[in-house]
Nanobody, 116 residues
Framework: QVQLVESGGGLVQPGGSLRLSCTAS????????MGWYRQTPGKQRELVAH???????NYTDSVKGRFTISRDNAKNTVALQMNSLKPEDTAVYYC??????????WGKGTLVTVSS
């Protein structure tokens, strides 16, 4: 059974930091591209950061310079370090695993709230 379990969300003040982590089980992790997405009520889920099997990363423009995605293939984890958080970063953050043939898995999400 495939599971992606996110952790690390919570309430943080503007300018603060959080580190999200996603642990995968039931998949050959190193064969998957991994991503973090986020969604707010009434909006489509958007890609935040993406790291492919070879380690190349990309970010949506709004988080460049503030967020860092990383993966540890030995531990089957992908992390998202979020610094200088803004209220507009408030969302449910989802972990995604995507294989070359399009097979896709999602976690259940973790809520990040940026508020004073």
């Amino acid at each position: 059974q495939v599971q992606l379990v996110e952790s690390g969300g919570g309430l943080v003040q503007p300018g603060g930091s959080l580190r999200l982590s996603c642990t995968a089980s039931g998949i050959a992790f190193s064969f998957y591209d991994m991503g973090w997405y986020r969604q707010t009520p009434g909006k489509q889920r958007e890609l935040v950061a993406h790291i492919i099997r070879g380690g190349v990363v990309n970010y949506t423009d709004s988080v460049k310079g503030r967020f860092t995605i990383s993966r540890d293939n030995a531990k089957n984890t992908v992390a998202l370090q979020m610094n200088s958080l803004k209220p507009e970063d408030t969302a449910v953050y989802y972990c995604n695993a995507k294989r070359f043939d399009g097979i896709n898995y999602w976690g259940k999400g973790t809520l990040v709230t940026v508020s004073s």
